[in-house]
T-cell receptor, first 113, second 114 residues
């Protein structure tokens, strides 16, 4: 089992560029999440999904978009990258929403210059 | 808004010292509480969790946490830390007040010196 896999691990973007962070899980989890982690700020929820075809905004969704066409994949798209989006992004999944027991990917470090 | 507070941002201890990391939450009613750990260069992983029952919860690697409802606290403890415990520790809470989504604290960076 690979668990939750994120790509790329590192990326540098120029202001205004777009990119997609890929996330896939092989645990057949219905629930998937995208968090960003900033120093001293903890983790903030960007978007989440309760199943294929269903997504919803978290605390900090502005500047991001997601889709969930399959149970396995939950890509995060950054449109018009801004320096404020410099962060470490974590994808996570869980079997049930209410357990709070998340399985995390290894993170993607994004720098916007 | 529901929140989780971790008051210790950086903690430095010597090996064999005892550890206690504070965590307070602002949820009312039923709440589920968690501690996650992030070792250097690795992803977050669950350390322990509290849903109900015995308020003293034991997790992996000798860690434990005590849920004190009257104090809205869920402090993490370990009697004797090791160098390998160097990591960042996140408290998290989940409850109806937060839309049943997991809310994380800001994290505590623990450094254990030999």
């Amino acid at each position: 089992n690979a668990g939750v896999t994120q790509t790329p691990k590192f990326r540098i973007l120029k202001i205004g560029q777009s990119m997609t962070l890929q996330c896939t899980q092989d645990m057949n989890h219905n629930y998937m999440y995208w968090y960003r982690q900033d120093p001293g700020m903890g983790l903030k929820l960007i978007y989440y999904s309760v199943g294929a075809g269903i997504t919803d905004k978290g605390e900090v969704p502005n500047g991001y978009n997601v889709s969930r066409s399959t149970t396995e994949d939950f890509p995060l798209r950054l449109e018009l990258a801004a320096p404020s989006q410099t962060s470490v992004y974590f994808c996570a999944s869980s079997y049930r929403q209410h357990t709070g027991e998340l399985f995390f990917g290894e993170g993607s470090r994004l720098t916007v210059l | 808004a529901q929140s989780v507070s971790q008051h210790n941002h950086h903690v430095i201890l010597s090996e064999a010292a005892s550890l206690e990391l504070g965590c307070n939450y602002s949820y009312g009613g039923t709440v589920n509480l968690f501690w996650y750990v992030q070792y250097p260069g690795q992803h977050l992983q669950l350390l322990l969790k509290y849903f109900s029952g015995d308020p003293l919860v034991k997790g992996i690697k000798g860690f434990e946490a005590e849920f004190i409802k009257s104090k809205f606290s869920f402090n993490l403890r370990k009697p004797s830390v090791q160098w390998s415990d160097t990591a960042e520790y996140f408290c998290a809470a989940k409850g109806p007040g937060g839309g049943n989504k997991l809310t994380f604290g800001t994290g505590t960076q623990l450094k254990v010196e030999l």
